[in-house]
């Protein structure tokens, strides 16, 4: 199975264009207010929305990445990227290719404003199993069911080493 969110981050970056956007004319209102000849003093509640949209900036920068998944084969993929600039380069790439008997276990959040797939990978390099952790929060509900459910008929169809 194949998953990926492709066409649902596309409105990643037109987010960040309007963040900014708030952002930069909120700081020029606010220059404004503070070089008029007014006695209006500028307070805590004037810098509120630039605070808001700087925590919005923060949180889309978080979850702002596109999610590829393939189970198709030998192999499971796994493969987190930014979005903003894609187009040109790769970056905050975070991939994660084995084979299936490899898998150990995996663990699915899914909090509504954000999702995230961990998985688990045994080892024989190092005792115990690694740690992987994908965002997945602009995978629509349908394939994250699916990649869940793939996940665990992976799970049950390896055949678990013996000690």
Known sequence: MRFTNRNEVKIIPSIYIVLVA??????FVNVEIMASSSEQEIGFSHFIPNIVTLLLGLYVHR???AFDFDSDGETLNFKNNGVFFSKFMEYRVKKAEFPKRKLGKFKFVDIGIYSALTIYISSKRKRGYRKYTFNTTFLTNKKKKGMVDSLRKVLETTPKPTA
């Not at 708030?22 to 700081?27: G, L, P």
């Open 63 to 65: 979850i702002g990445q």
């Open 22 to 27: 708030v952002f930069v004319t909120n700081v």
